[in-house]
């Protein structure tokens, strides 16, 4: 596994430059709570037909920065990018809430305020 | 501009096994456009992994998230936990952990073609599919000691042994579960309702696939060669006969003859391990805490699971991330439905063999 710390403003160059849709498998975007208002978000690829080739993008973050939104390069990043809009409370440009909790849900069960 | 009409199927519909909405936006009887909702079984396991219960116990909360694929998620977590502990199984329980999780694939692949052939209404295919799974349930209850949330593996090991007469149990059920998927082949191959109707509907091209993330059966069906057991090296999947299997027409015809093959695949990989059983224990001391973070993949029924553990040396963990097979398929799914005739939503949904409690958790 390897890890490779980028930040926000400059996610969508470094998975751009990073992402070939037939080498890479987009895995999961993720995010753990780190305590005092501060989280990791972590994106997760896979390498087609090579064994245990994982490499994770990773940015350390806050809560009340918007986080850019992979779809127009990954499309099938929306799940998991609305995902971490329910259960961390956090804003991606163009992901809804709702897809585990109501709409207008005022908790957020993963973010370690809750 | 044509006129269009919106038409919901689910939560509850009769062809749907589990809760899931989809909202078609139809142009006659063709779907132009689709919505799903996937969240009506959530149950916050990720939190309760975290929040309320020790990492010794998480493994039996995580088989608690699908009870098709329960073995693969409480493996995947025990795996991550082993990672971090340091400690590596020795072969008779790899032996035992493959095992177990061939029979899922087994029994899971059956299900789905049970419901594929109900869908094309077929009943008493459906029936006698059902009926010839019990096979692999009845080897799974006599080796796990229950049928569906089995509570085999656990860290640092397995909890049962397989003893003489199990392995006469399950010997005698593949053989005889064999000689019904030869006929089940021949009958998807040649039946005019599970052949002709099906091929050419629900196309996932291989373009698609990858645009879309698409993994497991779906994927491969669409030729796309991707499979966990072939990309990780946790488990000796060559060594006891594994093969992957591809298609390239990416149909709900491919899809099923993805499962059947896989089906075949696995009774000889099961064959092969009960044959060839190393000696040793099959519970070990793992010590410590886990401290750190490890990832795993394991090939479910349905695709790639995945998790994340992280740890920081405390009996609670600090995070378990859960990403099910079915999750990562939505966009794929709504990507076939779009062009689509209405009548075909059910046998393509079907196809998918979508399971909404691992995707909601």
Redesign the interface.
Known sequence: ?KKIETTLSTLLRDIGAFYI??LW????V?G??LGEGKIEL?W?F?????????V?YYVLSDYNTPVPSLVSL???A???EREIVD?FGLTVDGAES????DEDSRTH??RGES | MKKTIQIPLGSQHISLLEPIRFKFECENEKIIGVDADVGFVHRGVELACTRSFEFKQVGYVVARVCGLCAITHSLSYTLAVEKLLGYVANDRIKYLRMLMVELDRIHSHMLCLAHTAENAGFEALFMQIMGDRELIMDVQEAISGNRVQFDYISIGGVNRDLTPELVALTHKNLGLLSEKIDALIGLFDNNWSLSLKYKGVGVLSLEEAYTYNALGPLARAAGLATDVRAETSDFPYEALGYTMILESTGDIHARNFVRLREIVNSIAMCRNIIENLPIGEIQEKAKGKPNGEAVVRVEAPRGELFYLVRGSGQNMLDRVRIKTPTFSAIPAMMEVFKGAEYADAPAILASFDPCMSCTAK
């Open positions: 596994m849709p037939k498998h987009f895995l999961s993720n753990i709570d972590q997760i896979s390498a087609y037909g090579v064994k245990d080739e994982i994770i990954i499309p099938s929306i799940m998991g259960m709702g897809l585990y909790l069960p993963l």
